[in-house]
């Protein structure tokens, strides 16, 4: 078996009847998935990893098998870092997908000492909506100062591009540092992965009974109450540990988000679900790296247990559905 056909096996799960509930009603958003395609665009060199393939068809088609319609739903390529600021893979299954009539809409990564604002509005042209900015890719040390820097830039960059974010991706206390920053920041954040707030899991032992009281929760749900932040429901692999369960402590997170912000959720699947960083540094970088084999049906049913109808219809739809047009 190739490595490709492992891949598809492992991340397109066969498609369930409708009766399903967990899955994707129809016109819901997937607002965090990738692309990796060595034949659209090389990595960059300096890259953390190199990551094993992934094209757009393998994520139409994962996309298709966890809808209930078995239909193509509204999905958010998000630029992954093995691209660094080189989005022409992002850009071409944009410009794909447009052709085809399909809502897609971008997350880029882009320099933004030498972006012009003609490429800029390019962009917008295809659907993109907003810049990432990841800290945690590399397992370096986090630096406070030069984030809010960078995030301030960042956001002066494109604050004048209708309806742009910033979709940042740090550890949870970080919130507690942002949050003056943020508040003021004239455009809004999305936070990723669930903002990085942990489940009881990954948690010292002190916080493993009251989790929303681990550093950064507060200031994070603070953000999400100001309308400044959006949470996106994604990646629960990286917050939790508990593969056999799916992920079920993360359970009194969203819940507790759900239940004070529940029009500041988004969902988004992480496909096709790539490493979490650890065992980068002495990695022959030109090793594909696999992808994890995550169970999304089974995320998906538990986050909609663990939802009431109304919050789990808005985090699919509603919510995504005001900021990516
Ligand atoms: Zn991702």
């Given at each position: 078996?190739?490595?490709?056909?492992?891949?598809?096996?492992?991340?397109?799960?066969?498609?369930?009847p409708?009766?399903?509930?967990?899955?994707?009603?129809?016109?819901?958003?997937?607002?965090?998935?990738?692309?990796f395609?060595?034949?659209?665009?090389?990595?960059?060199?300096?890259?953390?990893?190199?990551?094993?393939?992934?094209?757009l068809?393998?994520?139409?088609?994962?996309?298709?098998?966890?809808?209930?319609?078995?239909?193509?739903?509204?999905?958010?390529?998000?630029q992954p870092?093995?691209?660094?600021?080189?989005?022409?893979?992002?850009?071409?299954?944009?410009?794909?997908?447009q052709?085809?009539?399909?809502?897609?809409?971008?997350?880029?990564?882009?320099?933004?000492?030498?972006?012009?604002?003609?490429?800029l509005?390019?962009?917008?042209?295809?659907?993109?909506?907003g810049?990432?900015?990841?800290?945690?890719?590399?397992?370096?040390?986090?630096?406070?100062?030069?984030?809010?820097?960078?995030?301030?830039k960042?956001?002066?960059?494109?604050c004048h591009?209708?309806?742009?974010?910033?979709?940042?991706?740090?550890?949870?206390?970080?919130?507690?540092?942002?949050?003056g920053?943020?508040r003021?920041?004239?455009v809004?954040?999305?936070?990723d992965?669930?903002?990085?707030?942990?489940?009881?899991?990954?948690?010292?032992?002190?916080?493993?009974?009251?989790?929303?009281?681990?550093?950064?929760?507060?200031?994070?749900?603070?953000?999400a109450?100001?309308?400044?932040?959006?949470?996106?429901?994604?990646?629960?692999?990286?917050?939790?540990?508990?593969?056999?369960?799916?992920?079920?402590?993360?359970?009194?997170?969203?819940q507790?988000?759900?239940?004070?912000?529940?029009?500041?959720?988004?969902?988004?699947s992480d496909?096709p679900?790539?490493?979490?960083?650890s065992?980068?540094?002495?990695?022959?970088?030109?090793?594909?790296?696999?992808?994890?084999?995550?169970?999304n049906?089974?995320?998906?049913?538990?986050?909609?247990n663990?939802?009431?109808?109304?919050a789990?219809?808005?985090m699919?739809?509603?919510?995504?559905g005001?900021i990516?047009?």
């Amino acid at each position: 078996m190739s490595l490709t056909q492992q891949e598809t096996k492992i991340t397109t799960p066969k498609h369930c009847p409708a009766s399903e509930s967990h899955l994707l009603p129809s016109d819901s958003f997937d607002t965090h998935v990738h692309v990796f395609d060595p034949r659209l665009g090389s990595y960059a060199t300096g890259r953390a990893y190199t990551p094993d393939d992934a094209p757009l068809e393998s994520l139409l088609a994962f996309n298709k098998s966890i809808s209930v319609t078995g239909k193509l739903g509204k999905i958010v390529l998000v630029q992954p870092s093995p691209y660094k600021t080189d989005c022409t893979v992002l850009m071409r299954c944009l410009q794909g997908l447009q052709r085809e009539g399909h809502n897609a809409y971008g997350i880029a990564v882009i320099n933004v000492d030498t972006v012009s604002d003609h490429m800029l509005r390019g962009m917008h042209k295809l659907g993109v909506r907003g810049i990432r900015l990841n800290f945690q890719a590399d397992g370096k040390e986090f630096d406070v100062l030069s984030t809010v820097i960078q995030l301030q830039k960042a956001a002066q960059r494109i604050c004048h591009l209708p309806g742009w974010m910033i979709q940042l991706f740090v550890p949870s206390w970080t919130w507690d540092i942002f949050h003056g920053c943020i508040r003021t920041l004239p455009v809004p954040v999305i936070a990723d992965h669930l903002g990085g707030i942990l489940g009881p899991s990954k948690l010292p032992p002190q916080l493993r009974d009251v989790p929303l009281s681990q550093p950064g929760f507060h200031s994070l749900l603070s953000l999400a109450k100001q309308s400044r932040v959006f949470i996106k429901i994604s990646g629960l692999y990286r917050v939790s540990a508990l593969n056999e369960s799916h992920f079920d402590d993360a359970r009194p997170i969203i819940q507790a988000l759900a239940r004070e912000v529940p029009c500041q959720l988004i969902w988004g699947s992480d496909w096709p679900h790539t490493g979490d960083g650890s065992n980068r540094l002495n990695r022959d970088i030109n090793v594909k790296e696999p992808f994890q084999p995550i169970d999304n049906e089974a995320i998906l049913r538990n986050v909609k247990n663990w939802l009431t109808d109304e919050a789990w219809q808005k985090m699919l739809k509603d919510n995504p559905g005001r900021i990516f047009h």
